[in-house]
């Protein structure tokens, strides 16, 4: 975890964004390229964990600065997983709006990882541009 850096997104690394987004199955976030990476221009924090020159995940998220941090995106490599990569992501965004509260959507896999770190759920809702 000591060579594991957290740095800014700088747009020359969307396209490795975008492979672990397919090696995921995020596939809506893939094939509508140019406004994902809109949104990562746009969003704040945005950060790449890296290993050495390899990027090995990332967290993209959105801030009032005051109240709330919401945690858009946050993946880390399938191989890295469980090596504190995520913690040092959300610990890092955290850092930089620390009296905000950090709120993030889980999904059944994901909802048992945040429950043993102390989160709480709370429930949302979303529909998506085209189903509006």
């Known amino acids: 975890m000591e060579a594991i850096q957290v740095r800014s ?34 969003s704040e924090p945005a950060l790449i964990a890296v290993d050495g020159d390899e ?7 959105l801030t009032d600065g005051t109240v709330t941090l919401y945690v858009c995106e946050l993946l ?24 905000t509260r950090v709120e993030m959507i889980a999904n059944q896999e994901s909802q048992g990882y945040y429950e043993s770190r102390g989160y709480r759920a709370f429930y949302g809702f979303r529909k998506a541009a085209e189903e509006m």
């Open 9 to 42: 997104f700088q747009e020359n690394d969307f396209q490795t964004v975008q492979e672990l987004n397919k090696q995921e199955g995020w596939n809506n976030l893939v094939e509508k390229n140019e406004e994902t990476l809109c949104s990562w221009l746009n």
């Open 76 to 99: 880390v490599k399938e191989e890295y997983r469980n090596k504190g990569v995520a913690e040092h992501l959300v610990r890092t965004a955290h850092e930089c709006y620390p009296s």
């Open 55 to 61: 990027i090995i995940g990332f967290l993209r998220g």
